[in-house]
């Protein structure tokens, strides 16, 4: 079965401090994609990232960067000089491909100005 | 930006009634979703639709959930009898293809 874990509930950081949210996940495909997705206070699920196993070169978009590690099986999500419209549920997700998405528990973020 | 829409943003129903929460998807998109996600929980998935049939289901999805697809752009979610514990926002979600999906608004399901 796959099982993503989000370690972090909660996590309150000052405006235009970097902040990086965990995620840790379980499975026994060899193919796989893993995902970060954003819900605002309107409640809406925004897809931010999208990683594939079979890559595992990481990315700068932005202020967003994640760090990809199959050997501890992590999918860490950053962002760099937070802002208050960066506060929201953040949720990892993950899917082989042919099954559907497994999220995590999510983590709040809270942006304080 | 083709994007996922679902309509009511909100309903509210008596306990015991039925309900019908509707989706457009994405129009080239193949693979449909219902999620749910109870105030302050986890995203749980409910059903998959694929080549007009379910792929796959959820325990949560039992006797009382059925999903359609009645005129190939529709994408509904019934709930025959609602009961107190089913009040939830109710995702929906579609796919192209095996990677990410994208999700709509949310119905934010009241039962009283």
């Known amino acids: 079965a796959q099982k993503v874990t989000q370690a972090q509930t909660e996590i309150s950081v000052v405006e235009k401090e970097d902040v990086t949210l965990d995620c840790v996940y379980e499975t026994r495909d060899t193919t796989y994609y893993l995902f970060w997705y954003k819900q605002p206070p309107s409640g809406e699920l925004v897809f931010l990232i999208r990683r594939n196993s079979f890559d595992e070169q990481n990315e700068i978009s932005g202020r967003y960067s994640w760090n990809f590690q199959k050997s501890t099986s992590s999918f860490n999500f950053t962002i760099t000089a937070s802002q208050v419209v960066d506060s929201a549920v953040y949720f990892c997700a993950l899917t082989s491909g042919n099954t559907p998405l497994v999220f995590g528990k999510g983590t709040r973020l809270s942006v304080i100005a | 930006e083709p994007e996922v829409t679902q309509t009511p943003s909100h309903q509210v129903t008596q306990m015991g009634q039925e309900v019908i929460l509707r989706c457009v998807p994405i129009s080239n998109h193949l693979y449909f979703y219902w999620y749910r996600q109870i105030l302050g929980q986890k995203v749980e998935f409910l059903v998959s639709?694929?080549?007009?049939?379910?792929?796959?289901k959820s325990e949560i999805f039992d006797d009382q959930f059925s999903v359609e697809r009645p005129d190939g752009s529709n994408f509904t979610l019934k709930i025959r009898s609602t009961k107190l514990e089913d009040s939830a926002m109710y995702f929906c979600?579609?796919?192209?293809?095996?990677?990410?999906?994208?999700f709509g608004q949310g119905t934010r399901l009241t039962v009283v």
């Open positions: 979600a579609s796919r192209r293809d095996l990677t990410e999906a994208f």
């Open positions: 639709f694929y080549n007009n049939e379910i792929s796959e």
